[in-house]
């Protein structure tokens, strides 16, 4: 399935890193979402994008935002990594790879001449009305969380301004 901006974002819930179920609707509550999906945890890129998200996140959440990053990789895989690198936001279990295809992310990767299905690392960022505002397809860890905050800041100041009450 290929998503576009402005489609809505495929709903969902899966095991988050602190045990709990996590759904779209629940990360949204009238704030944006930054849906970063990933290969694997505790490995070299994986590890520098969830730093730089983590070093980022009270920016991203002073912008209304708030973070989740899914991979395929199991609960106590994302505990651990969570707890080692003090990720201060959920890392979703996607264990059979069931929302990263609704999202169109799980793609035949190769490496070394050897084919295989695996994540495209992709970020969403998500509308409180549930729409793609943002695709960053084959993300480039370098810069990205910075480039993404900026994206986000520069919607966020398009946005209407709220409407008055009023006067009697």
């Given amino acids: 399935m290929t998503l576009n901006e402005g489609?809505?974002?495929?709903?969902?819930?899966?095991?988050?890193?602190?045990?709990?179920l996590v759904s779209l609707d629940e990360l949204r509550k009238e704030r944006w979402v930054v849906l970063y999906f990933y290969p694997k945890d505790d490995t070299p890129g994986c590890t520098k994008e969830a730093c730089d998200f983590r070093d980022l996140?009270?920016?991203f959440h002073q912008a209304g935002a708030v973070i989740a990053g899914v991979s395929p990789d199991k609960i106590a895989s994302h505990q651990k990594f969570a707890a080692k690198f003090t990720l201060p936001f959920p890392l979703l279990s996607d264990e059979g790879s069931?929302?990263?295809t609704a999202y169109g992310v799980w793609k035949e990767k190769s490496l070394y001449g050897r084919t295989y299905m695996g994540v495209e690392r992709t970020?969403?960022?998500?509308?409180p009305d549930g729409r793609l505002a943002r695709i960053y397809p084959k993300v480039k860890v370098d810069g990205h969380a910075d480039a993404?905050?900026?994206d986000l800041k520069e919607l966020r100041r398009?946005?209407?301004a709220p409407a008055k009450p009023a006067r009697r």
């Fill in 57 to 59: 996140k009270k920016q």
């Fill in 123 to 127: 970020t969403f960022l998500i509308r």
């Fill in 98 to 100: 069931k929302i990263a």
């Fill in 158 to 160: 398009q946005e209407p």
């Fill in 148 to 150: 993404l905050l900026a």
């Fill in 7 to 20: 489609d809505k974002a495929p709903a969902f819930t899966m095991p988050g890193s602190d045990g709990k």
